[in-house]
């Protein structure tokens, strides 16, 4: 089975500084990816990261970066320089090659304020 | 450009009426999922398919339909057995061995009258 964790229902975070949501994630595989989508007002999820287990160098997209942690099975996502257009849902998720599928987490509800 | 596009945007269903949710994409995609979005529980899977003319139950399988007859095409229908239809339902696509990179559509609500 593979469950994933999102324990911050919310967060906030002032414009241009830095926010970290956390995400744990439980699997016994050790073939699986970890992403994080963003869902904005709109409601169209868009991907934000991934990272591949077998990789140790923590993954990196312009603001967005990673801190996986296998032992612990933690990956949570570091937005640098918020910027208000950030405002949105972030899901957690994880996909194990012999399942086919994505699970998600509850979701993370941030907010950038001024 | 290519995406994924769903219709309707909002739709309303009655009392023991089946209802039919419309997703196609043109990305040459051959895996097609359906998810249900309910507030505070993240998405849940319904159904996928990872070829035409197959497909196989998600975690939440129970009073919703699928075909797959088309590649671009992958229809849901809610059904009558469905008795808490009220949510939010996306339609995503990937490569095969797209090992969840997937990409979404705008999504319909669907409300019960």
């Known amino acids: 089975a593979q469950t994933v964790t999102q324990s911050q229902p919310e967060m906030s975070v002032q414009e241009a500084e830095t926010v970290t949501l956390s995400c744990t994630y439980d699997?016994?595989?050790?073939?699986?990816?970890l992403f994080w989508y963003k869902q904005p007002p709109s409601r169209q999820m868009i991907l934000v990261i991934r990272?591949?287990?077998?990789?140790?160098q923590n993954a990196t997209e312009n603001r967005f970066s990673v801190n996986f942690q296998k032992a612990a099975k933690s990956f949570s996502l570091k937005i640098s320089d918020s910027q208000l257009g950030d405002a949105a849902m972030y899901f957690c998720?994880?996909?194990?090659?012999?399942?086919?599928?994505?699970?998600f987490g509850t979701g993370t509800r941030l907010q950038v304020t001024l | 450009d290519g995406g994924i596009t769903q219709s309707p945007k909002y739709l309303f269903r009655k009392e023991g009426q089946n209802v039919t949710l419309s997703c196609e994409q043109n990305?040459?995609?051959?895996?097609m999922y359906w998810y249900r979005q309910d507030p505070g529980q993240g998405l849940r899977l319904i159904y996928y398919?990872?070829?035409?003319?197959?497909?196989q139950k998600g975690d939440i399988a129970e009073g919703y339909s699928v075909s797959r007859e088309k590649k671009e095409s992958f229809p849901l229908t809610v059904t009558s057995a469905q008795k808490n239809p009220t949510a939010f339902y996306l339609c995503?696509?990937?490569?095969?061995?797209?090992?969840?990179?997937?990409?979404f559509g705008s999504g319909t609500q669907l409300s019960v009258l």
């Open positions: 699997t016994s595989e050790s073939d699986y990816y």
């Open positions: 990305l040459n995609h051959d895996a």
């Open positions: 995503a696509s990937s490569i095969m061995g797209g090992l969840g990179k997937l990409f």
């Open positions: 398919s990872q070829i035409v003319n197959d497909f």
């Open positions: 990272q591949e287990a077998y990789k140790q």
């Open positions: 998720a994880g996909y194990i090659g012999t399942a086919s599928k994505l699970t």
